[in-house]
Nanobody, 123 residues
């Protein structure tokens, strides 16, 4: 089993930056695809960014391209989401996700979820 714990959420003004961290325990996530999803009340969870197991391929939702960057550190068993130029519409609970299938492409591909961290961007 893999446990994922997110940290780094909080409240920031529009235009500001935050870095989310996802620390994995239980086993190494080096062979897994990793991703970050976000969800707001009444909406489906959407994939924001993903990185494959070798960190050779990344994916970004169109709404965050050029502003967010996903990375992973195998030695620390941790995945990061650097968020810059934040907008009020980025406000959501952000979830870390791991997929044994080497890449995260949708909620259906996720095997492990974190409990989420709230990001609030004020105007």
């Amino acid at each position: 089993q893999v446990q994922l714990v997110e940290s780094g959420g909080g409240t920031v003004q529009a235009g500001g930056s935050l870095r989310l961290s996802c620390s994995a325990s239980g086993r190494t996530v080096s062979p897994y695809g990793m991703g970050w999803f976000r969800q707001t009340p009444g909406k489906e969870r959407e994939l924001v960014a993903a990185i494959n197991w070798r960190a050779t391929t990344t994916y970004y939702h169109d709404s965050v391209k050029g502003r967010f960057a996903i990375s992973r550190d195998g030695a620390k068993n941790t995945v990061y989401l650097q968020m810059s130029s934040l907008k009020p519409e980025d406000t959501a609970v952000y979830y870390c996700a791991a997929a044994t299938a080497r890449t995260v492409t949708a909620t259906s591909t996720v095997d492990y979820w974190g409990s989420g961290t709230l990001v609030t961007v004020s105007a």
